[in-house]
């Protein structure tokens, strides 16, 4: 459609979110319908996926197809790109040492107080927050291997395909050749990564774990290794729930990282991911 002439920035930032508002509608549209007639845990699992494709992962390739300059929209969001196997194996060895870190960050965001102005704002956000625990839990819920495979592949697996493939595929793409600027790209990125989640809880550590999967991204030039890390960092809640820890979807109170073991955890996995990060962040392929 677009392919006789090179689009503007505004023309790509109107398809970009022209895609992810239609995927919006549709998944609000066909998941409303199918969920009067699909009960049932497993049933509600499939929704998860299906939920996933439409809101991110379709209009990720459409937008692919209709802004990218090559024949095929897969390899315009990077995914034709290869990555080694060592490399894939040093990510998940840093998203699993930067998550005591990450844990008290969140800790930190889910204790913040708003003024007294602004305490009905703040009751509306705890609100979403408690709702969106519940639909965790609920996606969580269920018994055996069987289930923990779904589950794995529900809520770890094709969250990360479809939300890496429009969040840093897409939209990391087209801001840094928008702004000409990788951090203000990453950065702004990993900001809407957060914010379109709806969760004011997790705005902060999302934000960082944005940011860390789009500088992935960035250094790699392949989109595969911010999938792996992405759903790393999702597949670590359903394992906890898996092996029956009641509280891997709570956040810990931000008192009980005074306790040594935590200080010791923290540290010990930032002076990690310090060691693997600079085989992964190192200068990036569009840098040489």
């Given at each position: 459609m677009f392919k006789n002439r090179e689009l503007s920035s505004a023309e790509k930032l109107f398809?970009?979110?022209l895609c992810i508002c239609l995927g919006f509608l549709c998944n609000a549209f066909i998941i409303g319908t199918l969920y009067q007639y699909m009960q049932g845990e497993i049933a509600y699992k499939i929704l998860?996926?299906?939920?996933?494709?439409?809101?991110?992962?379709l209009p990720a390739v459409a937008a692919a197809a209709l802004i990218g300059n090559e024949k095929n929209p897969f390899a315009h969001i990077k995914l034709t790109?290869?990555?080694?196997?060592?490399?894939?194996?040093?990510a998940?060895?840093?998203m699993l040492s930067i998550i005591p870190a990450i844990e008290f960050v969140a800790s930190l965001n889910a204790s913040y107080s708003f003024p007294?102005?602004?305490?009905?704002?703040?009751?509306?956000?705890?609100?979403?927050?408690?709702?969106?625990?519940?639909?965790?839990q609920r996606a969580l819920a269920g018994s055996g291997v069987g289930m923990f495979v779904l589950n794995l592949v529900a809520?770890?697996?094709?969250?990360?395909?479809?939300?890496?493939?429009?969040?840093?595929?897409?939209?990391?793409?087209?801001?840094?050749?928008?702004?000409?600027?990788?951090?203000?790209?990453?950065?702004?990125?990993?900001?809407?990564?957060?914010a379109i989640h709806m969760q004011f809880s997790g705005l902060l550590p999302r934000f960082i774990l944005g940011a860390?999967?789009?500088?992935?991204?960035?250094?790699?030039?392949?989109?595969?290794?911010s999938i792996v890390a992405h759903a790393t960092n999702n597949a670590l809640v359903v394992c906890a729930a898996f092996l029956g820890y009641a509280s891997a979807t709570e956040i810990p109170n931000v008192s009980s990282f005074w306790d040594p073991w935590w200080i010791v955890a923290i540290l010990i996995g930032l002076a990690i991911s310090v060691v693997v990060g600079r085989k992964i962040f190192g200068r990036s392929q569009y840098d040489r």
């Open positions: 398809v970009i979110v998860l996926v299906l939920s996933s494709v439409l809101t991110f992962g790109n290869g990555v080694k196997i060592g490399k894939i194996l040093i998940i060895v840093f007294e102005s602004m305490k009905s704002i703040e009751e509306y956000f705890r609100s979403i927050d408690a709702s969106a625990m519940e639909a965790t809520l770890a697996i094709t969250p990360a395909i479809c939300e890496e493939m429009f969040f840093r595929g897409i939209l990391q793409n087209y801001l840094v050749g928008a702004t000409k600027n990788k951090h203000v790209a990453i950065l702004l990125t990993a900001l809407i990564f957060s860390v999967l789009g500088y992935m991204f960035y250094s790699s030039g392949s989109l595969w290794l």
